[in-house]
């Protein structure tokens, strides 16, 4: 069994930034991957950022650019720097792991963009 935690989250105005921290109760070294999907108000879960085991990236259109996903194996930890934000990045924000066949999330952490 895995849990994930995430923090970090909080109220932020139009252009500022945010560094989510999603901490691993088990090593991630051998983590095939872990991501950062997120859910808006009304809207259905979408994925954000994905970091590999091999540090392989990838990003949602809407977040490329302001976003960068990072792992730190040694503090089996995951992080989600997001620079100049949008009231559309407003969300719930879930850390995510799949771990042979089961699936791991975090609570989540509110992000609010807003003036």
């Known amino acids: 069994q895995v849990q994930l935690v995430e923090s970090g989250g909080g109220l932020v105005q139009p252009g500022g930034s945010l560094t989510l921290s999603c901490a691993a109760s088990?090593?991630?070294?051998?983590?095939?991957?872990m991501a950062w999907p997120r859910q808006a108000p009304g809207k259905q879960r979408e994925l954000v950022a994905l970091v590999s085991s091999a540090d392989n990236t990838n990003y949602a259109d809407p977040v490329k650019g302001r976003f960068t996903i990072s792992r730190d194996n040694a503090k089996n930890t995951v992080y989600l720097q997001m620079h100049n934000l949008k009231p559309e990045d407003t969300a719930v924000y879930y850390c995510y792991a799949v771990v042979g066949s089961v699936s791991y999330w975090g609570q989540g952490t509110q992000v609010t963009v807003s003036s």
């Open positions: 088990a090593s991630i070294f051998s983590f095939p991957f």
